[in-house]
């Protein structure tokens, strides 16, 4: 890589080592090693190490939640957004949602950003719901079971099989829509 780099490319290299390494590798100097670079070139973007991980997150929010619901919203327009949001996630291998979370367990920033993005999610799920025409505190309880067999998965290593994984997720949201 050249040295001139941009703050989005040592964010998306700190998302990737977060997910490959845990926060631990979260360091200007094995992150510049793994970019090719000088260390001269992280803090020429970033104040010190707080400031990366505060971006880290930051960054993390916008591709694990907003970028998710912007596709989704793209993605859904002759199809259920919440079909499209259930197969989008569940489909994927989340090894950055468990790494964040881990790291959410020790520090109080990443903690905040877990319950921020949580919040996030919590609330657009809760809308398409809304949107489908259940009631408020239905559509609460069916958005707070739907985001917890999503945390489950997240945090578990049992890969599904695609023909099973596709029969939890009809199930998922017949449940939901019930």
């Known amino acids: 890589m050249s040295d001139q780099l941009s703050a989005k490319d040592w964010l998306d290299q700190g ?3 977060l997910a490959q390494k845990g926060f631990t590798a979260l360091k200007a100097e094995p992150l510049a090693k793994a970019m090719g670079v000088s260390r001269g070139s992280f803090y020429w973007h970033f104040a010190d190490i707080n400031a990366f991980h505060a971006a880290v997150l930051a960054h993390w929010r916008e591709v694990a939640a907003e970028q998710i619901i912007a596709n989704v919203e793209a993605a859904a327009k002759d199809e259920d957004p919440l079909a499209v949001l259930l197969g989008r996630v569940f489909s994927e291998k ?3 949602e468990k790494a964040v979370r881990t ?3 020790v520090d109080p920033a990443a903690r905040a950003a877990v319950q921020a993005i949580d ?3 919590l609330s657009y ?5 809304l949107q489908s025409g259940l009631p408020a ?3 609460r309880a069916r ?3 739907l985001y917890w067999a999503f945390l489950g998965y997240a945090l578990s290593d049992q890969a599904l099989p695609k023909a099973r994984q596709q ?3 009809d199930e998922m949201l017949q449940m939901a829509q019930r």
């Open 15 to 17: 998302l990737k080592t």
């Open 94 to 96: 989340l090894t950055l």
């Open 103 to 105: 790291w959410a367990s």
């Open 119 to 121: 919040r996030r999610r």
């Open 125 to 129: 799920v809760e809308n398409l719901l």
């Open 137 to 139: 505190e239905v559509a």
């Open 143 to 145: 958005t707070q079971l």
């Open 167 to 169: 029969a939890v997720l």
